[in-house]
């Protein structure tokens, strides 16, 4: 008689019983079911590569800074991106000292695209000038690559000092114009923002936040 089979202790609960299963059943099922245990390590594993997380430079360096909320933006339906914000506290007061934002994008965007959204919402919140947005629009462009769907932005504000930005771990840009970065995070984070419920998840101020 075989032993009985043990799976690891951390192993999702469903996924234990579908394997326990697939080891009882009868060959022509346990094919079938095998195709279905394997799609389900496949979204597992693709869960964790696309966690949302800190650049491994911010993990290392940033100490004191956690993740204070999260959520997610969607028109008409369609998921565009996850975000979450890291701080040292919950609420406005995130925004007093160095925090982080990152994005992970559900759907690929051209890094023309991502300019120029990030120019009409500082221009709709009147936070630059014409003249001002225009340069800004250099910087940004380094700042801001092309995604793909899966792919992650993360920036770290320097309030008074400038930002950097990562693309999936690597660096892009160093931001040290102040006001530039002040503008470019407030897309988010100012209380007249496009996305209210967004931002109070972001800070921790709704329900379920975290």
């Known amino acids: 008689m075989n032993a009985p089979t043990r799976f690891p202790a951390r192993a999702p609960q469903r996924l234990r019983r579908g394997l326990s299963r697939l080891v009882r059943a009868p060959r022509a099922r346990k094919a079938r079911e095998l195709g279905v245990v394997l799609a389900c390590c496949m979204l597992l594993a693709m869960e964790t590569v696309h966690a949302l997380g800190l650049p491994p430079q911010l993990a290392a360096s940033e100490a004191g800074l956690r993740e204070i909320g999260r959520g997610e933006l969607r028109w008409l339906g369609f998921k565009l991106y996850d975000a979450a914000l890291w701080a040292r506290a919950p609420g406005a007061q995130a925004m007093d000292d160095e925090y982080v934002l990152s994005i992970r994008y559900a759907r690929a965007v051209t890094s023309e695209r991502l300019v120029e959204l990030s120019l009409d919402e500082m221009r709709r919140l009147g936070l630059a000038d014409e003249p001002t947005l225009a340069r800004w629009a250099g910087a940004l462009a380094a700042a801001l690559p092309a995604v793909a769907a899966g792919d992650t932005l993360t920036g770290l504000h320097r309030p008074g000092r400038g ?38 998840r972001l800070l921790g101020l709704a329900d379920g936040a975290r």
Do not use: N
């Not at 930002?163 to 102040?178: C, I, K, N, Q, V």
């Not at 006001?179 to 109070?200: G, K």
């Open 163 to 200: 930002a950097a930005f990562w693309h999936d771990g690597r660096p892009t840009a160093e931001l040290d114009d102040p006001a530039l970065a002040q503008a470019f995070f407030a897309i988010w984070l100012d209380e007249r923002t496009r996305e209210p419920a967004l931002r109070a």
